[in-house]
């Protein structure tokens, strides 16, 4: 089964879930409302017109990551854009992962909406900041790092592209506001190497990784600029998830 997943910034650094519990079964979104600035106000109040009932419950964690369960009634979503009739809500909930040792935060199979009322209250839980935890947006040195790790023959076994889309490239005479490339060992392929060094920015990249130690195997993955990944790769494990996320650390920590 694919999964997906949005990586965020914590920008107080880390966390553990033992010491955040006592903080998260006190929060609700209507008891930041007081406290909060005008702006952050209209977006908390915002939250309440798709999502209710909110509470983040601890779980058993990785080695790198704690882990909790996000969960809430979530308003459906309007399927067309007239009427009048009042969507209702239903369950909801989720997996959200905050960093020991990195400042990663990670929500799985949600999407941006119901990712930030989650952030909103895992950060006022961990840094009594409902903005703390932030979007990001990898440059392209974080794709040519993650390129050149790709290729890393530490493992034994190194890993290969098969997708790239690039923005913004110049060529001779020519400016390319979108290049797709796609073929199988794409990193091989001179073009490849030719447009993306000529790009200004990745907007996604797909590839496998090398060997990861977890399970003594590779995974299929794509990244997105917006911090987006998609495993393709049946049976993840969560090891396999956090040996990916410390590769990308390592590179975001590099710019």
Known sequence: MIRNCITYRFEKGTARSSDLAPKLRAISLSGLLPSASAPE???LEDFATYSRKERITPRTGTRGFSLF????????????ASGEVEMPFVPARFQVWLGKKIPWVVVFDAGRKLSAVANA????????????????????????????????ASSGQPGSISRVTLENVSSGKANFQQVVLRAAGLETSPIFRDFFG???NVSNMTFVTPKLRAASRSINCKISYWGGITLYTADVLDAEIEELLGALDEQFAEL
């Open 41 to 43: 106000r209209r977006r």
């Open 69 to 80: 369960e996000f969960a809430c009634e979530a308003r459906v979503r309007r399927l067309t």
């Open 121 to 152: 209250m895992l950060g006022a839980a961990a840094a009594d900041d409902t903005t703390s935890i932030k979007p990001v947006k990898l440059p392209k040195q974080v794709f040519e790092g993650l390129k050149d790790w790709t290729q890393s």
């Open 198 to 200: 000529a790009a200004l």
